[in-house]
């Protein structure tokens, strides 16, 4: 089973240019989430989408950060203009479904992530 | 609110020695946890998760972790410490209707 993919692996760019990150999950799973990892800090969730709905968006900074997920699988995230405390490795994960309490949640398989570098 | 509290942000052994790993939490009702891996240039990977069926939870690599109600606790521990252990390992804490919220990491170094 492929796993999560994302690209590009690496980017830098510079201070207020703009960049994308593409995110394909495991075939099959209705949910999707962007994280950020800062150095030396555990990830951060961004925004979890359940096939191409928006579920949880109140930690994305929505005057700089866009994300989508068309058809309710690949999706893509996008920081416009950047900053430099947008350094980070942003990660997307990917689970069968939706945890709605009780019994066990589904589990969550991450990308590689994408490191990005603002200059 | 959800959270984890890594107590240690770094922590060396040596091989053949065992691994302690630890882990408080804060949760208004019985909550599930888990622990990540990250090995430098890979992905997360998912060691093991606490969800009320026991207290003693094995994981993958001779990793377990023990749930301590009493202690808000969910440590990490390992008999005996490999050198491929060395990583980063995440607490987590995952509740209804929200993704997982990370603790801030431990750093494991393993020398020989």
């Known amino acids: 089973e492929a796993g ?27 949910t999707l989430y962007w994280y950020q990892q800062i150095l030396g800090q555990g990830p951060k ?10 579920v949880d968006d109140s930690q994305l900074p929505k005057d700089r950060f866009s994300a989508e997920r068309l058809k309710g699988v690949d999706s893509t995230l996008k920081i416009q203009p950047a900053k430099l405390e947008d ?6 994960a990917s689970s069968l479904d939706f945890y709605v309490g009780g019994g066990v949640p589904p589990a969550q398989y991450f990308g590689p992530g994408t490191r990005l570098t603002v200059l | 609110a959800q959270s984890v509290t890594q107590l240690d942000s770094h922590v060396s052994v040596s091989e053949g020695t065992p691994v302690l790993l630890r882990c408080n939490y804060s949760s208004s009702y019985s909550p599930s946890l888990f622990w990540y891996v990250q090995h430098p240039n890979k992905g997360l990977q998912l060691l093991l998760k606490y969800t009320s069926a026991a207290t003693l939870v094995k994981g993958i690599n001779g990793f377990e972790a023990e749930f301590k109600k009493s202690e808000t606790s969910f440590h990490l521990t ?20 929200t993704a997982l919220i990370f603790g801030k990491g431990t750093t494991l170094s393993v020398s020989s």
């Open chain 2, 78 to 97: 390992k008999p005996s410490a490999h050198m491929s252990d060395a990583a980063e390992y995440f607490c987590v804490v995952s509740r209804a209707g």
């Open chain 1, 87 to 92: 350094s980070a490795v942003y990660l997307c």
């Open chain 1, 45 to 54: 969730l961004l925004i979890q989408f359940q096939n191409n709905g928006v």
């Open chain 1, 4 to 30: 999560v993919a994302q690209s590009p692996r690496y980017k830098i760019i510079e201070k207020r240019q703009s960049v994308a990150f593409w995110c394909n999950p495991i075939s099959g799973h209705a």
